[in-house]
């Protein structure tokens, strides 16, 4: 009986080892064969993409453009419904973006038809074509290469419907790349020109006239032939000169010349000649725009005040006299300045306001420079130290967005202006802080509110204290993960940790203020460091009581951390959030988060200013006879120099010479300090209403002290130009003593240097006449424009930093020359493309990793099934 047992137990297993291997075994079959053999058949429809030249280059000269494109987007509609293909169509002018698709062509008709809502075909980009200065073709090659390069799709065909030229970045690299992967390139050429344009293109004045001379301007223009080379009559350029004395203004008629050559494309270009009248001393802004015919002349007191924004409008400076100029430089988000600080002008000052990024391009033109809370990093550094060495003056102001890039003048790097200032920042050390930004994650701060926020942190981070380490957790049903975190020693450091907050974004769901507090008091158990929390909420919150709230905070307050409320909104629950503030305290009102900013600075930076001082008094008697004069002139306006600011806390810096002081302190307010043979000054505070309102109305006390620092007379006997002229860069008035050749870095806006060699000219010729120089031709040194200029529109204005064999030589101002959009000078698209190359296929599949394994388990298992038998059998 145990036999016959043992039998069937090893007939069992036998026959579960063989199941097994045979299980196994089609396993590993199944999973070795691949499920497509041979390339994938295409899964998706062909593709005809179509790429439209929307830039004024195309539309402008064009009375029917969008009308011209509707008729051929139907043709191409007709053509992809014959071999039943989509649609896909992006247009480009300045920028780039989808208009259509990929999608039926019966659907773009459809739109084309008006059965369908979509904007006329062009108008969605051209519509700001006309002032913009761009042609990126490569930036619509790349918006439609994803869909161009899909291998599930049958056929790839792209059709190019242009004038042929870019601007910006060479699409070349982007075409070939297309049809080496299979992509059949197609060219539609635009209709023939219907249009006559005449454009401004530059405009030259004279650096200097004497007041009461007259004057001239010469004007390049060009004018744009329509089909056929028809001549229309010309319309008239309408001028105007504002300044003191008023405003002149006038008509200019400009005629052909009857030896005028057309270029290829159809253009006429030549240069007039534009007499001024007399005006008096000061800083007059002459500007200049193409009207129709008979339109009469009148002040052109709105446009562009610069170069590079149009060829139907222009401008430029012209500087009448000796009187003294200064250069007020506000942040974009400041309001104008009052009426009342154009008063400068009758003591001999005439302002010009500029933004930061203008600044580089007045400072040839200006005697000193006055900045509005502007931070330092913010400035052309060594343009404005080549100036302030020069005899320029430099007064800043400082506010809280100053604060943010103020570094001491021993950690500041080269270039940064920070080294120059008379002060240094105060209260840099103290006892370290963890500062917590707590925003409510529900759906109500999603979208703009919270971009709101980022903003906010974008400025508060660079000017907190050193020894604060700041953080941005969100909370909903509970306390998120630490979102950001800072923890810099300087501005610098601090702003380079910043990109996180980029991609930061709110988590949405529920609410419970309580529990998220509880938790972050908890996750500060073993931390002595004291802490600030800022709860940025609307209050709707699960419940909350004022029981429940004070054991909350009693929590907080064993954690060592203070508690700031911020009520966002104006429905926020002023029932739920007070719950949680105790005695004193008080409910901080942020409204839509439009001056959240303020807010957090007052909250997080109150150990870095000062509020209301006593007094403000006159620090002492200055070494330099020029403020001894500042100073008695100040105090003659009145007994009190400035009503109760709020002034930035600040330590003298090396050599400064103290003006103003805080009473009873003594903490600096305002300070000078010699460089080169220029002055620099700092303000502890800045006209703004809640740091110096008493400054809004009227720089007031700062008078003298503006007039001095303009007063000291900036040599330009040294001063070089740089511009361009026919292909090649030119750098005028160069020291005899400059070494040969010359390399200059060419600094954008945004982006690394472009390098430049500057020979010296073997030509001999004098440019003499309005605009020209009459300069010793040794002192004049040229090279070909740089290629990388391409990429930068008309009137990119650019730092040109000239080195030598001792370092940086100096720093000028440089305005791109383009290529502009309507200069017909943009480089055209290259039509000798590598014919198309095979379609890609998708790979094909390998076998799965798990077959082998399962193979070698299939086949044990069948060599253990068949030994059981083996031996039974040699045992009988």
Known sequence: MRGSDRNRGSTALELLLLAGAIVALTLATILARPKVRGARA???????????????????????????????????????????????????????????????????????????????????VAATASSSAGSHLAEALEVMTPNLLDPQRSELILVLYGDGTYTAADPAPALELLARGGVQVEWADLDPPTRVRLGIEDIHLPPSVAAGAPSAARLELYWQLASGGSTARLPQLNWSLSGPGGAAHGVARPELPPAASTEPGGRLRWSIRLDLPPREAGSHQFR???????????????????????????????????????????????????????????????LRSVHADQLLGVLSEVDAVLTLDVGPAELPGHAMQAFIDSGGGWLATIGWHFLGSWTSAGQAQEGDLSRLLPLDPGNEGGTPRDVVLLVDGSGSMAGEPFERVREALFELVPA?????????????????????????????????????LLGAAVPHGGTDILYALGQLS?????????????????????????????????????????????????????????????????????????????????EVNQRRVRIDPDQIAVGGEPKDLLFRDVLAAQQAAGPVLLASPTCARAEWGAGSDALWVTQPEGEPLLAVKRHGQGWVGALA?????????????????????????????????????????????????????????????????????????????????????????????????????????????????????????????????????????????????????????????????GPHPLAPWFLGLGLTLGFAAGLAPLRRLWSH
């Open 685 to 845: 505070t800045t006209p703004e209403s809640a740091w110096a309102p008493g400054l809004l109305d009227a720089p007031g006390p700062l008078t003298p002290l503006l007039m001095a620092l303009a007063g000291g007379g900036v040599d330009r006997s040294t001063e070089v130009v740089l511009g361009h002229e026919g292909g090649q860069l030119i750098l005028d008035h160069v020291p005899l003593s400059w070494p040969e050749p010359l390399t200059c870095e060419l600094w954008p806006p945004l982006g690394e240097a472009i390098q430049w060699v500057a020979e010296p000219t073997a030509s001999s010729v004098l440019r003499v006449g309005v605009g020209g120089s009459a300069l010793d031709p040794r002192r004049r040194r040229m090279g070909p424009v740089p290629g990388e200029l391409a990429a930068f529109p008309r009137g990119t204005l650019m730092e040109a930093r000239i080195l030598g064999g001792a370092g940086l030589l100096a720093s000028v101002p440089y305005l791109s020359p383009g290529p502009a959009e309507w200069s017909g000078v943009s480089p055209r698209v290259s039509r000798d493309l590598p014919a198309a190359g095979p379609k890609p296929v998708l790979p094909q599949p």
């Open 464 to 500: 907190a204290l050193p020894v604060d380490r700041l953080e941005l957790r969100f909370f909903n049903e509970s306390l998120g993960p630490v979102e950001f975190r800072s923890t810099g020693q300087t501005p610098a450091e601090r702003r380079r940790e910043l990109s996180p």
């Open 522 to 602: 908890k996750s500060r158990e073993r931390t002595d460091a004291p802490g600030l929390v800022l709860l940025l909420s609307d209050g709707r919150s699960t419940a909350v009581s004022a029981e429940a709230g004070a054991q909350v905070r009693a929590g907080l307050m064993r954690a060592r951390l203070d508690l700031s409320v911020l009520a966002v909104g104006e429905h926020a629950d002023r029932g739920c959030l007070p719950s949680l503030l105790i005695r004193g305290e008080e409910l901080i009102e942020a409204g839509d988060l439009s001056s959240l900013a303020g807010l957090l600075q007052r």
């Open 288 to 350: 200049v725009a193409v009207a129709p015919a008979g339109t009469p002349p009148g002040e052109l007191s709105s446009g562009p005040s610069a170069l590079g924004a149009g060829d139907q409008r222009a401008g430029a400076w012209l500087n009448v006299g000796q009187r003294l100029r200064l250069a007020v430089v506000q942040r974009e988000d400041a309001p104008a300045l009052s009426p009342g600080w154009r008063a400068l002008s009758q003591q001999g000052l005439d």
């Open 42 to 124: 295409p899964a998706l429809p062909g593709l005809r993409a179509i790429c439209l030249d929307a830039s004024a280059s195309a539309t402008g000269p064009r009375r029917q453009w969008p009308r011209q494109v509707g008729r051929f987007l139907r043709e191409q509609c007709a053509l992809a419904q014959a071999k039943g293909h989509e649609i896909l169509v992006v247009e480009y002018a300045a920028s780039a973006q989808r208009t259509f698709g990929p999608g039926s062509p019966a659907e773009l008709l459809a739109h084309l038809d008006g059965r369908q809502t979509l904007l006329v075909p062009g108008e969605r």
